[in-house]
């Protein structure tokens, strides 16, 4: 089978788990026990901090792992804007972003939090002038995520971060789950506050994730119990878990801005683009490793069951929405015609991906065009 479905999840890496093992086997012990094992545990768990922080150029920031990029996602939200709120109770994110932001913002509109979400154009992006234009005195945070899941626009997330410092005292966050890795993440250099970051997206485990945080910037907790990590994230640390997802970022950092990713899709959109039927969603610009595409009068779920039947995984727009049976929310954001909003597909990119298999779609698509056209759907 060909897996094109790596914005859900990916295959690990076969060396992070080798390191999981090894350091389950060793350093099992509770990095916040007081015993020898106890301080090796922590040492290490310290040093795969350090790579991380240093993947992202913020040597001098804070990592709270967590149980991946949900949750670190709901600790920017809910821990920043509640931390913050001596400053105001304004928050701004995008209308396409991840549901942990968007319903972690809900939250916070029902206990008296003012959200804007801004909104996009027909490619996915934001409007700079509109964000400027909605930053106020009291606006405490501001969340934009760098690539988008479903559709792969890559926003210009350091222009946003320097318009937020420029014109109001926000913390600025980013959800760097679908960039860590394919693009440049520089905490430093783009002049972000915070990023969220998942592992299973880059060939690291599921349920392991980690919130990077520049020095001196602090949410409040949203989970109670011991106080580990900094207070921000209680219950027992796993240290392999760190071990792994610091040796998938070290991996995935040297993959990034991929020309093979970059040729595929284009040898992809161009194939698309012989088909009156099909409409490209992805802009031509976007992540390297996300296409997404719409077939006009066909059920996305159709596309999935064919090209599953010859071989090839793909998914609807994304995973999280894949069941639903309404057009998800970015989908209705970047304004898609009615006739197309059904029959959206999403085919990502992985390590495990070859040109060949990226020939075989493009047979697969003509074959499914060719019924289509023959009425058979
Ligand atoms: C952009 C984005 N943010 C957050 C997440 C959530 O990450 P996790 O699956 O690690 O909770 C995902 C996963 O699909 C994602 O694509």
Redesign the pocket.
Known sequence: MIYFDN???TRPDESVLESFIAANMKYYANPASLHVFGREAEALLKRSKEQMLTLVDNESGEVVLT???????NLAILGLAEAYSTRGNHIITTQI?????INACRKLEEIGFEVDYLGVDAQGLISLEELEKKLRKDTVLVSI?H???EIGTIQPIGQCAELVKKNSRAIFHS????SFGKLPVSMESAGMDAI?I????INGL????ALLLKKGVMPHAINFGGGQENGLRSGTVSVPNAVAMAKAMRISSVQIERADYREWRSLLMEACRSYENIRILSPECGAPHILSLSFKSINGEVAVNYFQEQGIIISTS???SSKSKSAGHVIEAIGLEKKFKNGVIRISFGNTTTKDEIGEFIKVLKSFMELIERGIN
């Not at 149980?67 to 996602?73: I, K, V, Y």
């Open positions: 914005s859900s999840t149980s991946g990029g949900t949750e670190a996602n972003e991840h549901p942990s932001i995520m690539v988008n899941n959800d760097c789950v679908q969220t998942s592992a299973h997206k599921k349920n392991s994730g994304s995973a999280c």
